[in-house]
Nanobody, 126 residues
Framework: QVHLVESGGGSVQSGGSLRLVCVIS????????MAWFRQAPGKEREAVAA???????VYADSVKGRFAISQDHAKMSLYLQMNSLKPEDTGSYYC????????????????????WGQGTQVTVSS
């Protein structure tokens, strides 16, 4: 019953910016962990950025200083602001959510479990 829908992807040149949006429905738990993942063609899915209910964030080293994850509880939305985009940022971006009881939210998502959206494509050309 939990649904996540991503939008905001597109094609940009290197150095450009995009803002991804994930709208969440049916998620009633107050303690959660949410994240953005991406998967490039022929490569394994990787975590990009994550945020807990209290606002604590974590980023992949490759995107630190360039990407920013945020949330709007009133709008039931998760955002990923991507600046200074590079060709290696190209891929399908997915938002995901998991219960964070016992602080296991991130581990749940890293295992490929929890709730996932269908993805939005980001293409960065040089």
């Amino acid at each position: 019953q939990v649904h996540l829908v991503e939008s905001g992807g597109g094609s940009v040149q290197s150095g450009g910016s995009l803002r991804l949006v994930c709208v969440i429905s049916g998620y009633e738990f107050s303690n959660y962990y949410m994240a953005w993942f991406r998967q490039a063609p022929g490569k394994e899915r990787e975590a990009v950025a994550a945020i807990a209910t209290d606002g604590d964030t974590v980023y992949a080293d490759s995107v630190k200083g360039r990407f920013a994850i945020s949330q709007d509880h009133a709008k039931m939305s998760l955002y990923l602001q991507m600046n200074s985009l590079k060709p290696e940022d190209t891929g399908s971006y997915y938002c995901a959510a998991a219960f964070n009881s016992g602080g296991r939210g991130l581990r749940t998502l890293l295992a490929g479990e929890g709730y996932w959206g269908q993805g939005t494509q980001v293409t960065v050309s040089s």
